[in-house]
């Protein structure tokens, strides 16, 4: 079972920096993998931030570009999401997510964590 869990989540003020983690677990049969995070605004879709694939290789949403980081530590198979320079619009439920790049790049991943809420004031 793959099973993914984020942590991190906060209500902090525009301008701040915060980090979100996500857990994995269940992956190693799951090769080649992406991983990503994707985020709920308040009353709108699910959005895309970042995703990055097994082979390092990085995507951003235009609005992150230059103020979040995707990272991942292969090692305690952890990933992260630095975000700095915080803005309200950034608020929104956070999640992690894992499939073929494929299916991750087209928003349809089948592997989610619970999720975990960023406020931004």
């Known amino acids: 079972d793959v099973q993914l869990v984020e942590s991190g989540g906060a209500s902090v003020q525009a301008g701040d920096s915060l980090t979100l983690s996500c857990a994995a677990s269940g992956l190693h049969d799951h090769i080649g993998y992406c991983m990503g995070w994707f985020r709920r605004p308040p009353g709108k879709n699910l959005e895309g931030v970042a995703a990055i694939a097994a082979d390092g290789s990085i995507n951003y949403l235009d609005s992150a570009k230059g103020r979040f980081t995707i990272s991942k530590d292969s090692s305690k198979n952890i990933l992260y999401l630095q975000m700095n320079s915080l803005k309200f619009e950034d608020t929104g439920i956070h999640y992690c997510?894992?499939?073929?790049?494929?299916?991750?790049?087209?928003?349809?991943?089948?592997?989610w964590g619970q999720g975990t809420q960023v406020t931004v004031s």
């Open positions: 997510a894992a499939d073929r790049c494929k299916l991750l790049v087209a928003g349809a991943p089948n592997f």
